[in-house]
């Protein structure tokens, strides 16, 4: 004799269906965030403005994904009124997707700002922001895993590493004073590229807040260590000529 199944067996599944297909959109939104930002960095490096507004152009896909998100959650605490672990899950997908939105947005403003920047002669200290871009691709690479594989562990490291981060954006911060005051003419240029460096280095702000979601995800309680801060640009001392 079939037995038939049951109605909450139903619910269960459904339910954890959407829940998989909430994680995938974020997951795709990740993937497409990190493609803006690697296709940003290139395009400041070959000083290509036509491939610049496509990235601009691009960034709609990643709002769209957001939007899909942000109904997906609507409707499962309508429709399931989820608890504790769940509800957990649920609202942290809100939150990282509303991160991932803004990783998207400044990899937009750097394509935005490259445009501008091209119509200066080439700097050469733009060659520094490959690297920053990379620890920054780094991070978000490690929290998107961190958030498919529940892995609080790996949240934490990476929540950490972000100090790296901002210790490259204050060294070449400096550079760029630096640069800016030894010759006029740099001043233009060099603070396109103290913006477009500024928008990678809160892309890796951004990361350190999905990892901290994780980790609540996974813990139910907040990181309760003190995250250091490398970044001393706000007590750097700008000395112009006398």
């Not at 935005?112 to 780094?138: C, F, T």
Request: net charge negative.
């Amino acid at each position: 004799m079939n037995s038939t199944p049951q109605t909450g067996d139903h619910i269960v599944k459904g339910y954890d269906q959407e829940l998989k297909r909430l994680t995938g959109e974020i997951q795709r939104m990740g993937q497409l965030a990190l493609s803006q930002l690697e296709a940003a960095i290139d395009v400041v490096m070959e000083r290509d403005s036509d491939a610049a507004m496509k990235v601009v152009h691009d960034d709609s896909a990643i709002d769209a994904l957001e939007h899909e998100v942000s109904q997906d959650v609507v409707r499962l605490l309508a429709l399931r009124q989820p608890m504790a672990r769940d509800l957990r899950e649920i609202l942290a997908a809100l939150r990282i997707a509303a991160d991932i939105e803004r990783i998207g947005d400044y990899a937009a403003n750097v394509a935005k700002r490259s445009i501008v920047l091209n119509q200066s002669a080439p700097v050469q200290l733009a060659n520094a922001l490959p690297r920053l871009a990379r620890l920054a691709e780094g991070l978000v690479q490690e929290v998107l895993v961190a958030y498919r594989d529940n892995d609080a562990d790996r949240a934490l490291d990476a929540w950490a590493r972000d100090e790296e981060l901002d210790e490259q954006y204050t060294g070449l911060f400096r550079e760029l004073l630096t640069y800016m005051m030894e010759d006029p003419r740099n001043i233009t240029p060099c603070t396109h590229l103290l913006f477009i460096a500024k928008n990678i280095e809160r892309i890796g702000d951004h990361a350190t807040n999905i990892a901290e979601y994780v980790y609540f995800l996974v813990h139910g309680t907040q990181i309760t260590q003190t995250r250091r801060k490398g970044d001393a640009t706000s007590g750097l001392a700008i000395d112009g000529p006398r």
